[in-house]
Structures are given as structure tokens and as C-alpha cells.
């Protein structure tokens, strides 16, 4: 069996987990809103229409945070039309998705919701088709106490106290010719700046993100994040990525390394955010939210302009198997291991889109198989990230060139004394034997050790057997009192957890 070994010490850190690195992502698209979390006459809805059965979901998947609009949606959208009495409230043809939106949830049924999951909300703004003005009236709406027009507008639809949202994007994915209002750099770098410097007005307080590319194999990528952040640096606190990973767009053994890409990306976006801000002669570090990303079957999407016009259909429900949440587990594991520099990441979506949660109109809600990587990291990965650099054998893939076997993080909490180490072995033919050197905890003692994999990688969750696929616990793992030895079965993901008191 292959060896692959790693060390643990509390003097090699990385920086400190952000609770925002658990993010997701609510987009007027598909079902993630209407028969997602979102369906009043359900059996499980409570009096605002919310599934409580997804809100349950929700909670145990450890979201921390939000994204709301879109997305693709929100550089169309006009928020106005979601606020307000429902039999007022227009219909409108959604161009991005082509799709009929209701308007039935808007910005005070999501408030509504966050408060109810627990979660922060990331608003989205639309720069695509709208400006620094529409910008500014949503700000007030939602954020000034009152005694103005839009605040006290917001009041007469039944929210007498402001919202508060902290965390605004400056519009989405505007690189992207597909994106309604598309443009260059230039110009979205001169909207975006404007719009910020009058939000700080407002509330020097709030945290903006610019947008960056919308994927790393556009032609104007990195140069794109260069311009805009020439532009914004001053005003803004992170620069957006996104990214996702299609299977059946390359071999099996590099979309299992597909974290090599996601990470090569992140050091990308990072020394070209530090270069701008050498030119421009600033002390500030931007961070990078890396609001969406996840495993995406994209080549089985024929594109929007192959759809019909319809409210809330099934669009891109990708069916996810173990292999699938192996590389889940491989982009959390690459997150992590820049906690120094990712200050919040939304996996896309939450519910039915290309998402953790599946739910049928009227009936069950249930885990998808990357469902379980995200909810354990998010529910154990606290304190400080260790700089883990395990010597593993080396895959050869067509995509990334040689990557390691063995890809792997672990946090430290200090308060607690637990350590949760996080490991995926990509091999598909062969078990990887790993020793984990815990001379600098000593004592250390094994409290959990899950481990999800199965003999058949493409094993799926369904209504029908929702937990095919979970993570299963393996008993009598141990230490040595100075090392720790757990085999890593053919594409695997693993936690272990050890408590150092």
C-alpha cells in the first residue's frame, strides 16, 4: 500500500478560519427559491411559506452565510418589484435564466429567512442594468432607520427596524459577455468605484466586494481583477472569484485534482491584488471572496437559450455521487488552506441548483452526497488552519501535471483543544497508509474518524434512499501518544478529530 506522511504542529499556521468560508448561494434560478426554500401550502411550510424541512437541512449543512440575488439574475433585476404587498408586485420575464419571476419572495422574505436559518446575508446589486442610484435606494431602503422616502417605504410594507446588511456585491459576473449590461473592465471598474465611494458615505462600515472574473479560463482574466482593482482599491475589501468544476469535461484523475486548478486561481487573484496595491501605494490587503463555486455538470446545460419560458423549472438539478463529494471536500480542504486571504466563499447553490439539498414540490427534502464534506468541515474546522504539507506519492493527470495523492488541512482550536484534520486521497486504483507526526500535541487522542467512500464511486442519494451515501464512522482508530496511522481508501474523503485535554 502507498505511504503518505504529514505533521501537525501549532507553530505552522496559516491564519484563522473565517465562519464565512461556509457560504452558499440563493439565486432567483431554477428551484432553489419557489419549491426550494421557498413553497407556502407545503405540509412542512410554516406561516411565512418557509420549508421548515430545508430550514432543518440548512442548519445541520452549518451555512454561515448568503449570497442574494444572483448571480445571473440580479443584472437584470429590479428590487422594487420584490417588496411591497404580493398582488402589487409585477411578473417579469427573468432574461438571464428566461424565465417567468413572480416576485413572490423578494428582499424582506429573505431577511425574513436569514434571521430564521441563522445565516448573514450577501447582497447582490445589479450594475448591469442599473447604476449607482438604484444602488444607493436599496441601501436605504434596507439599511437607514427611517424619516427618509426609502426607509420609510420599507416601514409601510411591515419592516419597521433596518436591516443591516453588512456584505454587499457590487453587481456579478460583468467580464461575462453573457451577463445583461456586460462590460469592459474600464467601465465596470469606474461604476463599481463610484458606487462604493457613495456607500462608504452612507457607512464607511459596510463590506464591499468588487467583482472578478468569472472563471480563471476567460482571456481577460487576472487582467480584468488588475483594472478594476486600479479603479476601486481605495473603497472596496474583497474581489470576487468564481469557479466550477465539470466531470465530464476532462479525465477522471484530473477532476479529482480539481483543487489544483482552484488553487493555482486563489494564488493567481492574490498577487495580482498585492501588485495593484503596491502601485497604488497601499497598506490595506483586499481579501477574496470566492462566492461561488461547486462541482457543475455544466456539459450537460444547453445553455439559456435553449429554454422555454416557465417560472421555477428544473433547471441544472445535477445529481451528485461519491466521487463528486470527494472533490467537494478537496475545494473546502484548498479554502482553508488560504484562510489567510479568503474572507468569505459561497458554494453554488443551495437548494435543487447545482446543490448540497434536492426537494420535491410537495414532498421530501434530502442530502446529496456533497452534502456531508461541507456539513462536517463548516461544524468542525474552527481556530487557527496548521500549514500542512504532507510528502505523498504523485498522480499523473492530462490537466495539472503531477499533484499529490494525498491532499489535506487541519484546524486548531485552541479554546476547545481539538484538532479536525481533513484528508482526500484522489488515487482511484489504490488505499493511501498515512502517518500524521503529533509530537507537538502530545497526548493527542482520537475522538471521531469518519470516512466517506463507497466500492461504487458513482453511487448516489435519492428520495428514495436519501442516505445511501454518508460519511461512516471507523472504530478503533488510535494514536501512539506521538503519531497517528489511518488508511485512506480509494477516493476518500476523511476527518479525524482528536482532542489534545
Partial sequence: MPTARLTLDPGFRVGTVDRRLFGS?????????????????????????????????VRELGVTLVRYPGGNFVSNHRWEDGVGPREE?????????????????????????????GVEPMMALNLGTRGTAEALALLEYANHPGGTAHSELRRSHGVPDPHGIRM????????????????????????????????????????????????????????????VLEHTYEFVDHISLHAY??????????FLASAAEMDRMIDAITATADHVGARVRSRKKIKLSFDEW????????GGEDSLEWQTAPRLIEDVYDVTDAVVVGSLLITLLRHADRI??????????????????????????????PFARTARHARGTVLRVEPDSPVIDTERHGEVP??????????????????????DR??????????????????????????????????????????????????????????????VSWTMVRLATR
Avoid at 295 to 301: A, D, I, K, S, T
Avoid at 405 to 426: C, K, M, P, Q, Y
Avoid at 435 to 457: C, I, K, M, N, Y
Fill in 89 to 117: 408586485r409585477p411578473t417579469r420575464l427573468d432574461l438571464a435564466w428566461r424565465s417567468i419571476e413572480t416576485n413572490a419572495f423578494g428582499l424582506n422574505e429573505f431577511m425574513a429567512w436569514t434571521a430564521r436559518a
Fill in 343 to 372: 474572507g468569505a466563499a459561497c458554494q453554488a447553490q443551495l437548494a435543487n441548483v447545482i446543490a448540497p439539498i434536492m426537494t420535491e414540490p410537495g414532498g421530501p427534502a434530502w442530502r446529496q452526497t456533497i452534502f456531508h
Fill in 294 to 301: 461547486n462541482v457543475w455538470y455544466q456539459g450537460r446545460f
Fill in 25 to 57: 448561494f440563493v439565486e432567483h434560478m431554477g428551484r432553489t427559491v419557489y419549491t426550494g426554500i421557498y413553497e407556502p401550502g407545503h405540509p412542512a411550510a410554516d406561516a411565512d411559506g418557509f420549508r421548515t424541512d430545508v430550514l432543518d437541512l
Fill in 429 to 490: 486504483a489504490s488505499a493511501l497508509a498515512t502517518t500524521v507526526d503529533l509530537r507537538s500535541f502530545p497526548g493527542a487522542r482520537v475522538v471521531e474518524h469518519l470516512v466517506l467512500a463507497d466500492d461504487d464511486p458513482t453511487a448516489v442519494n435519492t428520495a428514495d434512499r436519501p442516505d445511501r451515501v454518508r460519511p461512516r464512522p471507523v472504530d478503533g482508530t488510535r494514536t501512539d501518544g506521538e503519531t497517528l496511522t489511518v488508511d485512506l481508501p480509494p
Fill in 405 to 426: 495523492a494525498l491532499w489535506a488541512t487541519a484546524t486548531h482550536d485552541e479554546e476547545s483543544g481539538e484538532i479536525a484534520l481533513f484528508a482526500v486521497n484522489r
Fill in 245 to 254: 468544476y465539470d466531470p465530464e469535461s476532462t479525465d477522471a484523475d484530473s
Fill in 168 to 227: 454587499w456585491c457590487l453587481g456579478n459576473e460583468l467580464d461575462g459577455p453573457w451577463q445583461m449590461g456586460h462590460k469592459t473592465a474600464h467601465e465596470y471598474g469606474r461604476l463599481a468605484a463610484e458606487t462604493a465611494r457613495a456607500m462608504k458615505r452612507f457607512d464607511p462600515s459596510l463590506e464591499l466586494v468588487a467583482c472578478g472574473s468569472s472563471n480563471a479560463h476567460i482571456d481577460t482574466f487576472a487582467s480584468w481583477e488588475a483594472t
